[in-house]
């Protein structure tokens, strides 16, 4: 089981991004998913996250604006950056607790991480 994060790149402040996560392996279920971004200097953060049951949550410094969501029947997440600012510049990785098949608990799996920078 493995996420594939993609849709980093450079963009100008005020711009926008949609960052996609796709799950892949021997999944039976996705449980909760979540963005984490690490800016420079800086340890990884919780950006966003939803759970199983579709509670989201956002860190104060993106509430407005952006958005997570989840596509169960493609197995992917994405996030919606918008008004983007310099100091959203960061790698972003996805993360998801992943039931895999024919094994019960969940396992907890990190995408590699994909470079957002925003200039201004």
């Known amino acids: 089981v493995q996420l594939q994060a993609s849709g980093g790149g450079l963009v100008q402040a005020g711009g926008s991004l949609r960052l996609t996560c796709d799950a892949s392996g021997q999944i039976e279920s996705i449980g909760d998913i979540f963005w984490h971004r690490q800016r420079p200097g800086n340890e990884r953060e919780l950006v966003a996250s939803?759970?199983?049951?579709?509670?989201?949550n956002y860190a104060d410094s993106v509430k407005g604006r952006f958005t997570i969501t989840r596509d169960n029947a493609k197995n992917t997440i994405y996030l919606q950056m918008n008004n983007l600012k310099p100091e959203d510049t960061a790698v972003y990785y996805c993360?998801?607790?992943?039931?895999?098949?024919?094994?019960?608990?969940?396992?907890?799996?990190w995408g590699q991480g994909t470079q957002v920078t925003v200039s201004s």
């Open positions: 939803v759970s199983a049951g579709d509670n989201i």
């Open positions: 993360r998801s607790k992943i039931r895999r098949i024919g094994q019960s608990g969940w396992f907890d799996v």
